[in-house]
């Protein structure tokens, strides 16, 4: 496989459920993001991580929960959430410097009931 | 507060004509500024970026313009294709960061037969 892998595509969630969201990467880069797209609102930076170290948490709630075990792989664990955090949660990754252009994995729909 | 602002949600064009695709920012220092695209069930994919030095980059039938003292940014395609039917993502990124991609909130683009 080449590019990013998401997986699941599709998830539903209780709000006492605990669930996880996998990130893969054949790109050979070091850089590996979170983003969620919630609808009307543009793409927002969750989780930065630069060589399995984390670099950037943009004031995300705790209940949401990254893990990066190597350069490939990247999870988030997903905790007693709210429907508001119903989203689009996009991957992404890169090279960690210079003209940082982002590869896209196709996102995992998540939806909070 | 929006750093980077679409304020067209939407756009419909016909074939073989142009589309002009328009972006606003409001940090002055962005200095690299980028276009995506995104068709549905798919991740964004990269589409063109422009430095901060330039006042254009052009790619095929891809063309950004950036005009740093209006603080704004567009993109054109000539001639426009069904193909290109998609949502396009204006993002920008900050002097010295390079992982911190700012994004607006995306123009839906039809190109209609």
């Known amino acids: 496989e080449t590019g990013v892998t998401q997986t699941p595509r599709h998830l539903v969630m209780g709000m006492t459920n605990k669930k996880s969201l996998k990130c893969e990467q054949h790109?050979?880069?070091?850089?590996m993001y979170w983003y969620k797209q919630s609808a009307k609102k543009p793409l927002e930076l969750m989780f930065v991580?630069?060589?399995?170290?984390?670099?950037e948490n943009n004031s995300v709630p705790s209940r949401f929960s990254p893990e990066c075990p190597n350069s490939s792989h990247l999870f988030l664990h997903l905790h007693t959430l709210q429907p508001e955090d119903s989203a689009l949660y996009l991957c992404?990754?890169?090279?960690?410097?210079?003209?940082?252009?982002?590869?896209f994995g196709a996102g995992s729909r998540l939806t909070v009931l | 507060d929006q750093q980077v602002k679409q304020n067209s949600p939407s756009l419909s064009v016909q074939e073989g004509r142009i589309s002009i695709l328009n972006c606003d920012y409001t940090?002055?220092?962005?200095?690299?500024f980028l276009w995506y695209k995104k068709y549905p069930a798919e991740g964004p994919t990269f589409l063109i970026s422009?430095?901060?030095?330039?006042d254009k980059n052009e790619d095929g039938r891809f063309t950004v313009f950036l005009n740093k003292s209006a603080k704004h940014l567009s993109l054109h395609i000539v001639p426009s294709q069904p193909g290109d039917s998609a949502v396009y993502f204006c993002?920008?990124?900050?002097?010295?960061?390079?992982?911190?991609?700012?994004f607006g909130t995306g123009t839906r683009l039809q190109v209609t037969l």
């Open positions: 940090n002055s220092m962005f200095d690299y």
């Open positions: 422009i430095s901060s030095i330039k």
């Open positions: 790109l050979g880069h070091n850089a």
């Open positions: 992404a990754s890169s090279q960690p410097s210079g003209a940082n252009v982002l590869t």
């Open positions: 993002a920008a990124r900050p002097t010295g960061t390079a992982s911190k991609l700012t």
């Open positions: 991580y630069n060589f399995k170290e984390q670099t």
